[in-house]
């Protein structure tokens, strides 16, 4: 599944790449997409082996992050946001865990996006996303995000209004096409302005979804991850599953691109979405820093000062 970088020790196969990216005006083509792939063709081993292979890559993107975080940290000239959107039990919280192990705390921040607070309701849908991005140097992931918007908001509309008739009065058909439009263009500003985006879809199956469920209602130690919005959401898995193909078909662009990404074998997944965050930061090409001359006499001046103590 890896090959050599060009900036970066190991990275993914581009073509492997590009079979995960939806690419700009295509349709996420989500039921065509097989939720338990394990990409194994492209490590050219079977199935038996492949986990301990897909750990072994999950490993040496760790280790890759950790020198990207630094890199990232030390140019100070961009951002790197991942918004990582999915059903529930689909494994967000552990694919944050895994593959950002081995980045520098201080580099890195995770934002959940819940249901909004009363001051969040009270403004417009980005704004509590802009108010947590990365700032320059920093790795920022969005668990869920702004997309909520037009996932939960469009299967549960009355959510839009907030009990109140909407500011804008305009047909509800309306309201998700101007919602992917303003997504584009706030995707596209902070593009501009030095942050890169990566949005990653983590694709689970209905059957998968059950068994996670199940493990958690089976196991005591799980039992807290299981709540009852997970059996009622559920429910509307059918209309969460064309709000998210609609919002994947309208929203992935050249500058903010989406991956779907496989996610019945959390193995395979973690592996995968540790590959893109590579890739994403190794194609800033960043360099580290080089001093001017000037910065260099003053680093001999204070290596003079230092000695003569
Ligand atoms: P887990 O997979 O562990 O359950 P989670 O991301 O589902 O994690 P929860 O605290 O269970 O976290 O759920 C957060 C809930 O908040 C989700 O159901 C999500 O749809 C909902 N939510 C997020 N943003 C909004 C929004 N803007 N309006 C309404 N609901 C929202
Ligand atoms: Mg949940």
């Given at each position: 599944m890896?090959c050599?970088?060009e900036?970066?020790g190991v990275?993914?196969?581009r073509g492997?790449?590009?079979?995960?990216?939806?690419?700009?005006g295509?349709p996420?083509?989500l039921?065509?997409?097989?939720?338990?792939?394990t990409?194994?063709r492209?490590?050219?081993?079977d199935?038996s082996?492949y986990?301990?292979?897909?750990?072994?890559d999950?490993?040496?993107?760790v280790?890759?992050?950790s020198?990207?975080q630094?890199?990232?940290?030390?140019?100070?000239t961009?951002?790197?946001?991942?918004?990582?959107?999915?059903?529930?039990?689909a494994?967000?919280?552990?694919?944050?865990?895994?593959v950002?192990?081995?980045?520098?705390?201080?580099?890195?921040?995770?934002?959940?996006?819940g249901?909004?607070?009363?001051?969040?309701?009270?403004?417009?849908?980005?704004?509590?996303?802009?108010?947590?991005?990365?700032?320059?140097g920093m790795?920022?992931?969005?668990?869920r995000?702004?997309y909520e918007e037009?996932?939960?908001?469009?299967?549960?509309?009355e959510?839009?209004?907030r009990?109140?008739?909407?500011a804008?009065d305009?047909?509800?058909?309306?309201?998700?096409?101007?919602?992917?439009?303003d997504?584009?263009?706030?995707?596209r500003?902070l593009?501009r302005?030095?942050?890169?985006?990566?949005?990653?879809?983590?694709?689970?199956s209905k059957?998968?979804?059950?068994?996670?469920?199940?493990?958690r209602l089976?196991d005591?130690?799980?039992?807290?991850?299981?709540s009852n919005?997970d059996?009622?959401?559920?429910r509307?898995?059918?209309?969460?599953?064309t709000?998210?193909?609609?919002?994947?078909?309208?929203?992935?662009t050249?500058?903010?691109p989406?991956?779907?990404?496989?996610?019945?074998?959390?193995?395979?997944?973690?592996?995968l979405v540790?590959?893109i965050?590579?890739?994403?930061?190794?194609?800033?090409?960043?360099?580290?820093?080089?001093?001017s001359p000037s910065?260099?006499?003053?680093?001999?001046?204070a290596?003079s000062?230092?000695?003569?103590?």
């Amino acid at each position: 599944m890896v090959c050599p970088g060009e900036g970066v020790g190991v990275k993914l196969h581009r073509g492997l790449l590009d079979e995960l990216i939806v690419g700009p005006g295509e349709p996420a083509g989500l039921d065509g997409r097989d939720t338990g792939s394990t990409m194994t063709r492209w490590k050219g081993s079977d199935e038996s082996t492949y986990k301990h292979v897909a750990e072994e890559d999950l490993a040496s993107f760790v280790a890759e992050l950790s020198n990207a975080q630094r890199l990232l940290w030390a140019d100070d000239t961009h951002a790197l946001l991942v918004v990582l959107q999915a059903m529930d039990a689909a494994g967000k919280d552990g694919t944050i865990r895994h593959v950002m192990s081995g980045v520098n705390p201080q580099g890195c921040t995770v934002e959940a996006f819940g249901q909004p607070s009363g001051e969040e309701l009270g403004h417009d849908f980005l704004w509590r996303a802009s108010s947590r991005l990365p700032g320059r140097g920093m790795i920022g992931i969005f668990n869920r995000s702004y997309y909520e918007e037009v996932l939960v908001a469009r299967v549960h509309p009355e959510l839009l209004g907030r009990g109140k008739p909407l500011a804008v009065d305009v047909p509800s058909s309306y309201v998700w096409r101007d919602r992917y439009e303003d997504i584009n263009d706030f995707e596209r500003h902070l593009q501009r302005n030095g942050t890169r985006i990566v949005k990653i879809f983590l694709h689970v199956s209905k059957e998968e979804q059950k068994r996670r469920f199940l493990e958690r209602l089976d196991d005591p130690g799980k039992n807290w991850k299981f709540s009852n919005a997970d059996i009622t959401e559920r429910r509307r898995w059918d209309d969460y599953a064309t709000a998210y193909e609609e919002a994947i078909t309208a929203t992935s662009t050249a500058w903010a691109p989406w991956y779907v990404v496989p996610a019945d074998h959390k193995y395979a997944l973690r592996a995968l979405v540790g590959g893109i965050i590579v890739d994403a930061i190794d194609a800033m090409d960043l360099t580290p820093p080089v001093l001017s001359p000037s910065e260099h006499d003053a680093l001999e001046r204070a290596r003079s000062e230092l000695l003569a103590e």
